[in-house]
């Protein structure tokens, strides 16, 4: 189902390429094609649509550097293990001060994937990044915890204290609404 989408949105890109709307749609596709098929194992293949999402992801940026265009870029590049491109836009997304739980959320999935391709200090330093945004998420209004809980990008936080600590705050608050 998921590769039927992705080609129903690379047809409508064919008819329109320099439609950003269409590029935006195919980006998308692919990065959930991509997170799918890196869940079932298919390492290459998740890969390959990845690298799809980012050349796309790329041009949409290239030409429109707003903070959803550099949001889609960081997932995407975090995605690829590209450590240094993904936490420079991190680092920007990062510096504002303004609540934006979604942002926060994004930061906080990027930072997650990165963490599978590091080691050591490195790896310990985004996880607690990563933490640490998703703590924020918690405090800048979010309250979805089934969210939180079933996104694929969060997966390398779920046995940490810290990330069953936000499940369990984003439970309570979605109780008490």
Do not use: C, W
């Amino acid at each position: 189902m998921l590769t039927e989408g992705r080609d129903l949105a690379e047809s409508l890109h064919a008819l329109d390429p320099k439609n950003a709307g269409y590029k935006n749609i195919l980006g998308v596709a692919n990065y959930y094609l991509g997170t799918a098929r890196d869940e079932q194992q298919h390492s290459d293949e998740a890969i390959a649509v990845y690298e799809r999402s980012r050349a796309l992801r790329t041009e949409i940026h290239a030409n429109s550097p707003d903070t959803s265009s550099k949001v889609n870029l960081m997932l995407a590049e975090a995605r690829l293990g590209n450590v240094e491109a993904a936490q420079k836009l991190i680092d920007e997304l990062g510096v504002s001060e303004k609540k934006n739980a979604d942002l926060q959320l994004d930061r906080a999935r990027s930072l997650a994937q990165l963490t599978r391709q590091t080691e050591g200090d490195q790896q310990s330093g985004l996880r607690d990044a990563a933490l640490t945004a998703l703590e924020r998420v918690v405090t800048d209004g979010y309250s979805d915890p089934f969210r939180v809980r079933v996104e694929p990008d969060l997966k390398p936080l779920h046995d940490t204290e810290r990330f069953k600590n936000v499940i369990l705050q984003l439970e309570s608050l979605q109780a008490g609404q």
